[in-house]
């Protein structure tokens, strides 16, 4: 099964959040085939969250995007690892969303 495009993915997001009342933004615009996709949810009164690419093991066998959270817990944090992001690969995307239950809207990984 092919994945769809990066730029699709991101706009296919921000509708869906737009369209349950929430908030979106595209922070940085990547490689539009394949970059990776980096997302920050911003719930309402708590604090951010990253959620990055999961690795290859958690990966979706059907060719769906995954992600798995981030330890970054602050703006600080988030910053600092979309820096190391940047000089490891330049062509990512961010998206910033605020929203209740953001995980409801991207495939997170369970880490065992």
């Given at each position: 099964?092919?994945?769809?495009?990066?730029?699709?993915?991101?706009?296919?997001l921000?509708?869906?959040?737009?369209?349950?009342?929430?908030?979106?933004?595209?922070?940085?615009?990547?490689?539009?085939?394949?970059?990776?996709?980096?997302?920050?949810?911003?719930?309402?009164?708590?604090?951010?969250?990253?959620?990055?690419?999961?690795?290859?093991?958690?990966?979706?066998?059907g060719?769906?995007?995954?992600?798995?959270?981030?330890?970054?817990?602050?703006?600080?944090?988030?910053?600092?690892?979309?820096?190391?992001?940047?000089?490891?690969?330049?062509?990512?995307w961010?998206?910033?969303?605020?929203?209740?239950?953001?995980?409801?809207?991207?495939?997170?990984?369970?880490?065992?």
């Open positions: 099964m092919a994945r769809i495009t990066s730029e699709l993915f991101v706009s296919q921000v509708r869906r959040v737009f369209s349950a009342g929430g908030f979106a933004a595209i922070g940085r615009k990547g490689a539009e085939m394949a970059g990776a996709v980096f997302v920050i949810a911003r719930p309402p009164g708590e604090p951010p969250a990253l959620y990055a690419p999961a690795v290859q093991t958690l990966a979706d066998e060719g769906g995007r995954r992600f798995m959270r981030e330890a970054a817990a602050d703006d600080a944090a988030i910053a600092a690892r979309l820096e190391r992001e940047a000089r490891f690969d330049p062509d990512y961010l998206v910033e969303i605020e929203i209740r239950d953001a995980e409801s809207f991207i495939d997170v990984a369970a880490e065992d």
